[in-house]
């Protein structure tokens, strides 16, 4: 084994690739097979909620809504977040949709969110994404949630970086109203049921984030044509190799380790099939390290 040491100038390069990739949410399964999750979040916890499998939930709702509140919307209150449409108001109950991540790179596509949710009889209220065409704040992009036939109608809030969706708002008149905490659970499923709301059906684009790292180690001419498996050295005091190792020797190149600062093996790439390197070769090895 022999090492080089890379010019991060010369020899590496780095890409970043997104990928998109589309999703619809029409039942608890497909929600449970993509690690989605809809639950209410109360500054007071209550025992008739229920969660996105339509049972009775036993987490403390009011930790959520502590969470949400301070990190979402830097609340220096911890029973109350802005009600989506004036932002000024503030509620003690809120209802969230997150979407689970692969990595923390991962987000929503911006303009890409659709929902249709039942709220008790009154079907078909479909709310779309309205993304803010300016980035502030440590929460990173978001946009407002609006009824699409309506969208002054402001419901709530989508975090794109975090793939989380806040429904804070609504207008009771128009049946889309979130913050109704006589109306019991946030769920999904197909059709309408009394003091309930439903989400039948959610649209999104997620974005994966894949980076890439590309090194590229160099074997020239005078480097690695010696093996150094110890049973080649006949002298181990000034380091000889056995004679039919020197006249012209040549090795295969099996494997090509990536190490750090600190000679730890970080990576660790195959040649398939093993490469041949003497006197009169150079080669060229470029290891792809994706994350």
């Not at 619809?24 to 109360?42: D, G, K, L, Y």
């Not at 969230?96 to 991962?106: A, L, Q, S």
């Not at 708002?169 to 128009?174: A, K, M, N, Q, T």
């Amino acid at each position: 084994m022999a090492i080089n040491t890379f010019d991060l100038d010369r020899d590496v390069t780095t890409a970043a690739v997104i990928s998109k990739t589309n999703y619809e949410i029409t039942s608890p399964t497909a929600a449970q097979n993509r690690s989605v999750a809809a639950f209410v979040m109360e500054a007071t916890s209550t025992g008739f909620l229920v969660n996105s499998q339509g049972t009775t939930t036993t987490t403390p709702l009011s930790s959520a809504f502590r969470n949400i509140s301070n990190y979402f919307f830097s609340s220096s209150a911890a029973n109350a977040i802005p009600v989506a449409q004036n932002n000024v108001t503030t509620s003690g109950i809120a209802r969230v949709v997150t979407i689970g991540r692969e990595t923390t790179d991962d987000a929503i596509l911006s303009g890409s969110v659709t929902a249709t949710f039942s709220f008790g009889t009154a079907q078909n209220k479909v709310i779309v994404d309205v993304p803010e065409t300016t980035v502030s704040g440590s929460v990173g992009q978001k946009g407002d949630l609006v009824e699409a036939a309506q969208t002054t109608n402001i419901v709530g809030t989508v975090f794109y970086d975090s793939g989380t969706l806040v429904f804070h708002g609504g207008d009771s008149s128009r049946d889309t109203n979130f913050l109704d905490a006589a109306t019991s659970g946030f769920q999904f499923g197909t059709g309408a049921t009394a003091n309930t709301i439903a989400i039948n059906n959610l649209q999104f684009t997620s974005l994966n984030l894949i980076k890439r790292s590309m090194f590229f180690t160099r074997a020239f001419n005078k480097e690695f044509n010696y093996t150094n498996n110890p049973t080649a050295i006949t002298n181990a005091v000034d380091g000889s190799v056995s004679s039919n190792l020197t006249g012209n020797p040549t090795t295969f190149i099996t494997t090509v380790g990536l190490y750090n600062d600190n000679n730890e093996l970080l990576a660790v790439a195959k040649t398939s099939p093993p490469v041949r390197k003497d006197f009169s070769t150079e080669k060229i090895f470029n290891i792809r390290l994706q994350y």
